[in-house]
């Protein structure tokens, strides 16, 4: 019979149950393995803008900053007042207005990378409307050489395809520098994230810490009188409900906490001045602000000496985040409506507009109005006004 055991020949069940080989051992959570959340579009924007404080400031300062400049529109021998450009601009549609537009579209470049804005009608002509689409909606269609030749625009399982090939495009597809994607853009979020997901971790260890009265988690450790390891069912459910009661919430903050009949509090986590979790929210918060390009000094943010003065990091903002942004915007916009209408226009901010640039602008004006070897066409063109024939310069 025992070798007939061993040959498998025992059909019958099994005299006992066998539990994983490391079931009785006692797991101590540790540090684990680094969560990140996910870098789709989706989760990006829910983590890094509706729910994170710093993200949202830093993509409503440049958008709002950004669509308040005054745009001028000119070719190459005049500036306009008036225009089908202008006047489509400064009303693109319906339900918005240039800067609500334009902060869409902004906003847009700032979560994804990628911003997207549909003519409506004006074939050979300006278009009648502007819309800017939600790029997350938005899939790009290439084609055999690789350049787009279509854009699905993807709601609830709907499609509507915008076929680039015929005529003008009615997409103008805006997007930021990508080293490893050649049609998609990378956003400052995306470079942003991981300071996110600190910023918001720490974030969600205060609130626990004063759900939890302010105290890391431990272990109560019973030992009875006489060596014994365990409590009784209603010695544990006893100990759970008055641990429930009388210390957590914010209301039992600070209360001590009374132990008896062999019963030992064991701390198992670090205190809060060890972590040291405010250091290390301004730390991260400094990190998303430095993605984005914005001052931690406009943002609240303690600990940061970059610049003197509130005025200097306005400055700064405008000069290298706010400026190059809608430069490379109003160019690409510039350049996709001029196929429109059928001559080449250039739409940039005005400069001399901009409050927070006017000593820079009054310094310039006064170094280039005593340049006396300029003649006055040279001064315009340094200005980045639109120069004048030498007849109209001599008149």
């Known amino acids: ?12 069940p099994a005299p006992e149950a066998k539990a994983s080989a490391t079931g009785p051992l006692f797991a101590v959570q540790g540090a684990g393995r680094v969560a990140w959340s996910p ?20 993509v409503k300062m440049i958008a709002e900053a950004a669509a308040s400049l005054p745009l001028v529109l000119q070719d190459r021998m005049q500036r306009y007042d008036l225009h089908p ?24 470049l700032l979560l994804t990378g990628n911003g997207y804005v549909e003519a409506v009608g004006g074939e050979t002509a300006v278009p009648l409307e502007l819309h800017v689409l939600r790029s997350d909606r938005m899939n790009l269609v290439p084609g055999s050489d690789g350049w787009p030749v ?4 993807v709601v609830n399982g709907r499609k509507h395809r915008f076929d680039m090939a015929l005529g003008v495009a009615p997409i103008c597809h805006i997007r930021a520098f990508h080293p490893q994607d050649d049609h998609y853009g990378f956003s400052p979020l995306q470079a942003a994230a991981q300071a996110v997901d600190v910023h918001n971790s720490a974030s969600r260890w205060s609130k626990a810490l004063l759900d939890n009265a302010a105290r890391p988690s431990g272990a109560i450790v019973y030992k009875g009188a006489e060596g014994q390891g365990s409590l009784s069912t209603d010695q544990y459910d006893r100990l759970v409900s008055e641990m429930e ?37 301004e730390s991260a918060a400094r990190e998303i602000a430095l993605a984005f390009g914005v001052p931690p000094m406009l943002l ?15 400055r700064a903002f405008y000069r290298l985040t706010v400026l190059p942004l809608v430069g490379k915007v109003t160019a690409r916009i510039a350049e996709w409506l001029s196929r429109h209408a059928g001559e080449a226009l ?23 109005s005593d340049a006396a070897f300029l003649s006055e066409a040279e001064k315009r063109v340094l200005l980045g006004l639109p120069p004048v024939s030498e007849d109209q310069d001599a008149g």
Request: proline residues 7%; charged residues 25%.
């Open 1 to 12: 019979m025992v070798f007939q055991f061993f040959r498998g020949g025992n059909k019958g």
């Open 39 to 58: 870098r789709d579009t989706a989760t990006l924007t829910r983590t890094g803008f509706t729910g994170n404080p710093v993200g949202f400031r830093c």
């Open 85 to 108: 450009m202008l006047q489509l601009i400064d009303h693109p549609n319906p339900a918005q207005g240039k800067a609500e537009l334009f902060e869409a579209l902004y906003a847009q």
């Open 150 to 153: 279509a854009y699905d625009y």
């Open 245 to 281: 009661s009388h210390h957590q919430g914010a209301r039992n903050a600070g209360r001590p906490m009374l132990l008896e009949g062999g019963l030992d509090w064991k701390p198992m986590g670090f205190s809060p001045s060890d972590m040291e979790f405010q250091k290390t929210k």
């Open 300 to 314: 609240g943010i303690p600990g940061d000496a970059t610049y003197a003065n509130y005025q200097e990091a306005n």
């Open 346 to 368: 250039d739409l940039r901010p005005d400069l001399d507009q901009v409050p927070a640039l006017s000593a820079e602008r009054d310094a310039q004006w006064k170094r280039i």
